[in-house]
């Protein structure tokens, strides 16, 4: 299911991208940076700094106030509607509340996607079945979220996002409601998913698993980018190589 | 293939739905049915009142003149000729003093009458029968100019009665249409706001579907299927109602309202089942996707 393929196209990229809310607040200012095909790029920063507006900017839940955002060589500001369930089709989305159906059973989740497309039977049968056995879930697809712990919950989540076989993958806080050693398990489906040649930009709080990963890090503070370090730790690292933005 | 497999997620999804939300839908199909067997009855009444008012617009549209005694038969046939050749008038018909009075005789109510007069003092009469009731004014002008007709009682126009009856008929009409108005907003308002509950139950899943690619039209079409197939019973129950109700409250209309011409109509069954259906349907996805249009907006 998961093949690389690098050519280091930009999948990403924001071009001094304002965002500002009806009250007045500058959710994202002035924001500039490009995200190659198949990187890993972790976005840190306090809650309230801005990680989210750029993540629902990414996933086109909202559109920039200023300058222009590209995902997929596609100008999201200009995107019409009717073209975006093409556009969410190419993007993965992982969030930190799982945000599965509990009236559903892990495959049925995992084929909703597939679904909505009005693919046939047997091609959702064997789409979710790669899904499910690269997640580590193929032995629970019959169970309901309520049977599972909160690491398999995410690793449906991950497994519905995948089942697209999307080049982008967007996860919003995915370790946020899980202990280390589960954060750890779903970070590394992650990092194999990632090997496979899939981008993957990940909004994190968590310091271990950015550190211990040593991939890039965007930090964020008040709504602008502060560090991009390419192998960069949580925490602003002097030692570490990359180049800072102020 | 892709189209017939949404088509039938939206189906299966609806009703699964439908039964999911079961106390909803019941309270929705009531209160649709209810205000369907409302309009229903309105059409079947209008449907009554229509037969009643199309039997005497038939009778009145048929002016007689009376011929008086001394009229040569020339001068009779030159006005009926002078009449017929008039556009607004279907038929002309002679009816000889003598035709009148065996019609006359012929009623057994008037058998003691007959013994008692001498003679034949009913007079010659001028059929006249018009297209339209607006007509029939014009033709009663013609007729009392006319030398030939009879100077005491020249016709039998009755011009209230008939302008009387064409101003109840546009009234019945526009007031009909008035409620018939005002059920269908009441209609898409329940609907509306059944389907909204729904979408409530559902915004989850509403949320998921927008986020994985589905069009606007993959998420909205089961609710609107939800909503046609909510529209739909409730008119087949609507239906099944008033048929219920329609025969016997003819029945007993023509027993008690002897005089007036009111009868059972299979067609009129056939026309009230297209409109109901049809209405309830059109109810149910105009409803349904006024309900889901905010909601689904990507």
Known sequence: MLAPKFNNRPVISFQRVWKTYPNGTDALRNISFTVPEGDLVFLVGASGAGKSSLVRLLIREEKPTRGRLFVHGQDLGSLRRRHLPHFRRQVGLVFQDFKLLPRMTVHENVAFGLQALGESKRVIALQVGLALETVGLAGMAQNYPNELSGGEQQRVAIARALVHEPPLFIADEPTGNL?????????????????AGVTVVMATHNREIVDATQRRVLAIERGQIVRDDHYGTYHEDHSAAGFRLR | MKIIRQLAFAFASAWQNFWRNLAVSVAAVMSIALILVLAGTS?????????????????????????????????????????????EVVSVRFITKDEEMRSFASDPRNQQLIEQIEGNPLPAK??????????IKRIDALARQWRGSDRT???DYKGDFISNMV???????????????????????????????????RRQEIELMKLVGATEWFV???????????????????????LAAYRPFVQRFQAELFFLPLSYDPHFVHVLAQDLLGAGAALGAVGSYVGVRRFVRL
């Open chain 2, 167 to 201: 101003r109840l008929s546009t009234w019945l009409t526009i007031g009909g249409l008035g409620m018939l108005a005002v059920l269908t907003v009441a209609s898409v308002v329940i609907v509306t706001n059944t389907i909204r509950t729904a979408v409530y139950h």
């Open chain 2, 126 to 135: 001028i059929e006249v029968t018009v297209t339209r009731l607006d007509d």
């Open chain 2, 153 to 155: 009682d020249p016709t």
């Open chain 2, 220 to 242: 909205r079409g089961p609710f609107v299927v939800e909503g046609v197939m909510t529209g739909v019973i409730a008119a087949s129950l609507a239906l099944g109602v008033l």
């Open chain 2, 43 to 87: 059409l079947l009444l209008g449907h009554a009142l229509g037969q009643v008012l199309d039997s005497y617009r038939h009778r009145v549209s048929v002016l007689t003149i009376s011929v008086a005694d001394k009229t040569p038969l020339a001068s009779v046939y030159d006005f009926g000729g002078q009449l017929q050749a008039r556009p």
């Open chain 1, 179 to 195: 202990d280390p050693a589960t954060a750890w398990e779903i970070m590394e489906v992650f990092l194999r998913i990632n090997a």
